[in-house]
T-cell receptor
Framework: DTAVSQTPKYLVTQMGNDKSIKCEQN?????MYWYKQDSKKFLKIMFS???????INETVPNRFSPKSPDKAHLNLHINSLELGDSAVYFC?????????????FGPGTRLTVL | AQSVTQPDIHITVSEGASLELRCNYS??????LFWYVQSPGQGLQLLLK??????LVQGIKGFEAEFKRSQSSFNLRKPSVHWSDAAEYFC??????????FGKGTRLHILP
């Protein structure tokens, strides 16, 4: 049973395209996150949602738009892709938002923009 | 500002040798502390966490870490490494607003 799953695992696309990455968790958690890991392995939070409500929105270009149809899903849509968007994107979930608890990570989506 | 520092970008140890990975944090309140491991091409797996109580915490795969408030450190240790421990290790601090700040990682290499 996969706890946090992401699709696709790899995504190769041209500059200027629009793409989406999907994330689903079957852990019953209320909070989900998107992280970006750059080529130097640095992990930085982008967004978090709690029960479909946006909680954290770091300084991310508005070309990135998260969408949460229900608390088990948090998708990431990226418009007008740029070379600098190439990275590995990780989805994560945690059981609650008040107080910091551990986060469970998906396997990542490697995005390559040509 | 809150931050996490992992001073060693790469560490190489021989199989069977002991390991210590360093982590220092900067945070005004009592921190929540984590160590995660990332194997090549994989997501992050939680090794252990510290929230309160005993400052020596045990994790999975034989790892442990010790919280030292006076040194703002949370170093990860293992008495005897295995070749399968080769991976990237991330120290992280959990903040009250539910964010986690990660260090830049330490890549562990194992010599046979």
């Amino acid at each position: 049973d996969t706890a946090v799953s992401q699709t696709p695992k790899y995504l190769v696309t041209q500059m200027g395209n629009d793409k989406s990455i999907k994330c689903e968790q079957n852990l019953g958690h209320d909070t989900m996150y998107w992280y970006k890991q750059d080529s130097k392995k640095f992990l930085k939070i982008m967004f978090s949602y709690n029960n479909k409500e946006l909680i954290i929105n770091e300084t991310v270009p508005n070309r990135f738009s998260p969408k949460s149809p229900d608390k088990a899903h948090l998708n990431l849509h990226i418009n007008s892709l740029e070379l600098g968007d190439s990275a590995v994107y990780f989805c994560a979930s945690s059981p609650r938002t008040s107080g910091s608890v551990e986060q469970f990570f998906g396997p990542g989506t490697r995005l390559t923009v040509l | 500002a809150q931050s996490v520092t992992q001073p060693d970008i790469h560490i190489t140890v021989s199989e069977g040798a002991s390991l210590e990975l360093r982590c220092n944090y900067s945070y005004g309140a009592t921190p929540y502390l984590f160590w995660y491991v990332q194997s090549p091409g994989q997501g992050l797996q939680l090794l252990l966490k510290y929230f309160s109580g005993d400052t020596l915490v045990q994790g999975i795969k034989g790892f442990e870490a010790e919280f030292k408030r006076s040194q703002s450190s949370f170093n990860l240790r293992k008495p005897s490494v295995h070749w399968s421990d080769a991976a990237e290790y991330f120290c992280a601090v959990g903040l009250r607003d539910d964010k986690i700040i990660f260090g830049k990682g330490t890549r562990l290499h194992i010599l046979p």
